[in-house]
């Protein structure tokens, strides 16, 4: 996996493979080509909480190699805007939660100054948020401005068909078999944004290495129950 600036790595799961890619498919392909080296200034998703960003971000990471970087600054924000000077030596640089720093001048500045390296050096910026750029109240309108040139996609939530076909594609991912009666089990007994779904789908994978048992509605219950299994 691709290494970060800061001591952090991609999540093994965050690859394109393990993406349901339903209604988001022009999206989907569009990052596989940035991943795989098609030129342009790169682009801007966006898309509320739990719809695939991190996910994706980290996808075109894991593809691009060593010359991508993932930035997330839910993470790094703190960090300050000095972590962004020399990144615009690498082909490609991944902004998770851009939106995060809008209305910070120092941050704004600094994102500013990469956008413009990055376009001198032939690199290309693949930002994520909650929000398309003119709605994300920049004080700096250079970089609206700059951000408004991306190519904009939103994200698409999933409909609850499609939430159990991305739950069965990552338990596929993992090895495991996810009946459907199952995953609709799931969506019934936990919360339904796809993070906690994943985050149980995470759970009841330790949980049947160690007991050696399938993903059984009765397996599924005992586990949510706190029940031994």
Request: negative net charge; charged residues 25%.
């Amino acid at each position: 996996m691709s290494q970060l600036v800061l001591p952090l790595r991609l999540a093994d799961h965050a690859v394109f493979a393990s993406f349901l890619h339903d209604g988001n498919e022009t999206l989907v392909a569009t990052l596989a080509g940035i991943a795989a080296g098609d030129g342009g200034q790169g682009c801007w998703l966006w898309g509320a909480a739990a719809t695939g960003k991190t996910h994706l971000l980290q996808a075109v990471c894991d593809q691009a190699g060593d010359q991508s970087v993932y930035l997330p600054l839910a993470m790094l924000e703190e960090a300050g805007p000095e972590m962004l000077h020399g990144l615009a030596a690498r082909d490609l640089v991944c902004i998770d939660d851009l939106d995060r720093v809008a209305g910070d001048k120092h941050w704004e500045v600094a994102l500013f100054n990469l956008f413009n390296e990055l376009q001198e050096e032939g690199g290309q910026l693949i930002a994520s948020a909650s929000s398309a750029p003119r709605e994300c109240r920049f004080v700096l309108a250079d970089l609206a401005s700059r951000m408004s040139r991306l190519p904009v996609f939103q994200l698409r939530a999933l409909d609850e068909q499609q939430r159990v076909a991305a739950l069965q594609l990552r338990a596929r991912h993992r090895g495991l078999e996810l009946p459907d009666e199952t995953a609709a089990y799931m969506l019934k007994r936990s919360r339904r944004d796809m993070a906690s779904l994943y985050g149980l789908l995470d759970r009841l994978d330790l949980e049947a290495l160690r007991a050696q048992r399938r993903l059984t509605i009765p397996f599924v219950r005992d586990v949510l129950q706190g029940s031994s299994v």
